[in-house]
Structure formats: C-alpha cells, structure tokens
C-alpha cells in the first residue's frame, strides 16, 4: 500500500537555528497539509497546498513558516527561526484530487527546540 | 467554520466492555468524518471514515461509528474492548469546501482495565 514518509524522524535543533521538514507525497497526489501536534494536545492544521501555492493557512503558519516542493516530488516545511514553542511532532497529509477529503498522514517528525 | 468537540478526555473500560467513545461536530455544510488513533510516539491511523451513503460505518480492529446528522455526532464504538484499543483517539471534520483540511478534536485517551 502507498505511504507518505517523513525525514528526519526526529530533529533536534537549538532556538534560533533553522530546520527543514521533509515529506514525500503519495506518487499521484497533488494536495499537500502540514499539521502540528504540542506534546500531549490536539493535531492542529498548519498549511495546505495545491499547484505550487498556499491554499490556506492557520493562524500558527506564521511568518517564520515556508512551505514548499522544489523538486516536484519532496514537500518540504522551514521554520527559519525556531522557537522553543515550536517543539512539536509535524504531520504531512497528502491527498488525491478526485477523492481530496480522504487525507494520508505520515509518520511524523518530532522536533525538539532546545 | 468548522470544529468538532470530543466529550471525555479520557475513558476506562474493562477488557470485554463496550467502548464508547464520543464525537459531535459543527460544519457548514455537509460534513466528513474521521476517527483516528494514535499509539505512543507514533502518527495518526486512520480507524473509518465517513463521506456519504450508509450512516453507520465500519472500520479497522473491530470499531464503527454512526452518522447522526440531526444530532450531528459521530461517536464511535466496538462491543468487546481488548487491551491492544489502549490509546488516543482523535475525530476529525473535513471540508471539500476548505480544500480538504482537517479540523481535529482535542482526543480521548481510552484505557482499558484487566
């Protein structure tokens, strides 16, 4: 079965540094969301994106998030400063356009802010 | 808007017992629905879902879950719990409208007893 897999599995990074999520969609997928999820709280909704563009973005997605897909295969989330509250497991969902509700979830990546 | 409220934060049920975990959600338009379950330290499983057609609807490891549009719930079930359902479950609304983003509630933690 097809899976949506998620690089590094865990990150741990220093308050300030820059990281990259990394995430590769299911092959024929063309919707792309990153989710959030702060240690023991609910999966908030992140970003989502649709033919190289934002579709929407949460309050959260702010201006030190950067969502991306530079080679037409990887989808990638910076955060370009990091802060100690951005220590969270990320989700990558992906979904097919004729059936967009039904998202994918990748494993996760825990990233740690020390 | 969307949003979806879990009633419950945690639920213990001893090992045979009905599980009975609960779900209600708000959408303006018609809904999709998800269960999820999430394992220690893993990601999101997707358990049923819920688009259109038959109300009741069942899933993986023995769980279902019923639509109930003029309640508007979504509570999920399974006759006999076994130790290995000790875990968080998530619900989640989608809307086609919203380019597919999930809006997640804040989970159950279902523990099951000896």
């Known amino acids: 079965e097809p899976e949506v897999t998620q690089t590094p599995s865990h990150q741990v990074t220093q308050m300030g540094q820059e990281v990259i999520l990394r995430c590769v969609p299911i092959s024929n997928h063309l919707y792309f969301y990153w989710y959030r999820q702060i240690l023991g709280q609910k999966v908030e909704f992140l970003v989502s994106?649709?033919?190289?563009?934002?579709?929407?973005k949460s309050e959260i997605f702010d201006d030190q998030f950067s969502v991306e897909r530079p080679d037409g295969s990887n989808f990638t989330l910076k955060i370009r400063s990091t802060k100690l509250e951005d220590s969270a497991m990320y989700f990558c969902?992906?979904?097919?356009?004729?059936?967009?509700?039904?998202?994918?979830f990748g494993p996760g990546t825990r990233l740690t802010v020390t | 808007a969307q949003s979806v409220t879990q009633l419950g934060s945690h639920v213990s049920v001893s090992e045979g017992a009905l599980v009975l975990l609960r779900c209600n959600y708000s959408?303006?338009?018609?809904?999709?629905l998800f269960w999820y379950v999430q394992y220690p330290n893993q990601g999101l499983q997707l358990l049923l879902k819920y688009t259109t057609g038959a109300t009741l609807v069942k899933g993986i490891n023995g769980f279902e879950a019923e639509f109930k549009k003029s309640e508007t719930s979504f509570h999920l079930t399974k006759p006999s719990a076994h130790m290995s359902d000790a875990a968080e479950y998530f619900c989640?609304?989608?809307?086609?409208?919203?380019?597919?983003?999930?809006?997640f509630g804040d989970g159950t933690t279902l523990t099951v007893k000896p």
């Open positions: 969902a992906t979904a097919d356009p004729t059936n967009l509700y039904e998202q994918y």
């Open positions: 959408s303006s338009v018609p809904p999709y």
């Open positions: 989640a609304v989608s809307e086609i409208t919203n380019a597919g983003k999930s809006t």
């Open positions: 994106f649709y033919n190289n563009e934002i579709s929407e």
